[in-house]
């Protein structure tokens, strides 16, 4: 298995463009998380899908940020407009089951530069 | 769900067995302790978890008190590709938050 995809693995962007964060979770997981992690804050949860419908969404810092899975197999993160504050790592990781107990596979992050 | 509390550095010299401590003295009954690290630029990878019993794997044991308040994590040989952050997780399965906190570094020495 190829593990959690993430692309792009790198971005950079101009404040006030849109910006948009794709994930292809492992076959046959049921749960997709995208987290964010910066150095004051370290790694934080923004939401939280199981079988494709968004379950958590209380992480999301604001209306500039929403997440869509149109499906099984693809989940995206859109930032629109965006902002220096932005700039951060962030990380997709999916499981197996239902739960947010069960154990979470990371992607290898993307990493937003803001300017 | 319950916090951790970890120290926020060790060392450990290549070789020997590397301890790391995390305290969770607010843990529940029907609570799991997960543990993951981070090696730097990459993402989290899951090491173990437990609810009452030790545990062991290929990567690591855990090491659980018997009142369930701390617990420890055992690499009994660690090696320079372990240095990492390492996260201690209290999580239920139907948890609503997956705290990571600010975990341990733990930097191996040759």
């Known amino acids: 298995d190829a593990g959690v995809i993430q692309s792009p693995r790198h971005e950079v962007t101009e404040m006030g463009q849109e910006v948009t964060l794709r994930c292809k979770p492992i076959?046959?997981?049921?749960?997709l998380f995208w987290y964010r992690q910066t150095m004051m804050r370290g790694l934080e949860l923004l939401i939280y899908f199981n079988n494709n419908v968004p379950i958590d969404d209380s992480g999301m810092p604001e209306d500039r940020f929403s997440a869509k899975m149109p499906n099984a197999s693809f989940s995206t993160l859109k930032i629109q407009p965006s902002e220096p504050r932005d700039s951060a790592v962030y990380f997709c990781?999916?499981?197996?089951?239902?739960?947010?107990?069960?154990?979470?596979?990371f992607g290898p992050g993307t990493r937003l530069t803001v300017l | 769900d319950a916090k951790t509390t970890q120290p926020p550095s060790m060392d450990c010299a290549e070789g020997r067995a590397a301890n790391l401590p995390c305290n969770h003295s607010t843990i529940s009954g029907n609570e799991y302790v997960y543990w993951y690290r981070q090696i730097h630029s990459q993402g989290p990878q899951y090491i173990i978890h437990?609810?009452?019993n030790n545990e062991t794997n290929e990567m690591a044991s855990l090491i659980i008190t018997e009142d369930r308040k701390s617990s420890t994590l055992i690499l009994p040989h660690a090696t320079l590709r372990d240095t990492a952050v390492y996260y201690c997780?209290?999580?239920?399965?139907?948890?609503?938050?997956?705290?990571f906190g600010t975990g341990t570094s733990l930097t191996v020495i040759p």
């Open positions: 076959s046959g997981h049921n749960s």
């Open positions: 997780i209290v999580l239920s399965n139907t948890g609503n938050q997956f705290y």
């Open positions: 437990g609810l009452k």
């Open positions: 990781a999916s499981s197996l089951s239902r739960y947010k107990g069960d154990t979470q596979y």
